[in-house]
C-alpha cells in the first residue's frame, strides 16, 4: 500500500491540471481499499459551467461511474483543500471511510475552520477526517492563483 503522501502528490497533480485550466487550483483523487486510484479530479466550475464541479465532486462522480456504486464505501478522498459544505454532503452521501485534506479554507471550511459537519451526530455515516498533509504545498498554489489574479 502506497502512503497519504504518495496520493496526496496525486491530488496536488490535479490541482496543477486545474491551475492550466485557469481554476481555481484545488485537486482531489478516491483510493479504493486495494490502493488503487479510482477517481481523480479538479476544480472546473467555469469550464463546466457547473458550480458543483469542485475537485471532491468531480473524483466522486468518475470513482462512482468506475466502480458502478455511488457508495464508496472502503474508499478513501485525498483533497488539497479543505472541503467545503457541499462537498461534505457529497462525501458523507458516498459514504466514504476517510478524507485526507491538505490546506485549510479560512473562509468556507467544514471540518476545521467554520464548523464540523463530519462530527454531527445525525448523520448515519462515520467519515474518519484527517488534515494538514502537504498543507504548504496546496496552499502555496492557491496564493500564487490569487496572487496572479489580483495582479
Known sequence: MRSDEFYMHRALDQARLGLAAGEVPVGAVVVDAAGEIVGAGFNAPLGCHDPSAHAEVQALREAGARLGNYRLEGCTLYVTLEPCVMC??????????????????????????????????????????EGGLLAAQASRLLKAFFAERRG
Do not use: C, D
Open 88 to 129: 461534505t454532503g457529497a462525501i458523507l452521501h458516498a459514504r466514504l471511510a476517510r478524507v485526507v485534506y491538505g490546506a485549510a479554507e479560512p473562509r468556507s471550511g467544514m471540518v476545521e475552520s467554520k464548523a464540523n459537519l463530519f462530527a454531527q451526530p445525525w448523520f448515519p455515516h462515520r467519515v474518519v477526517v
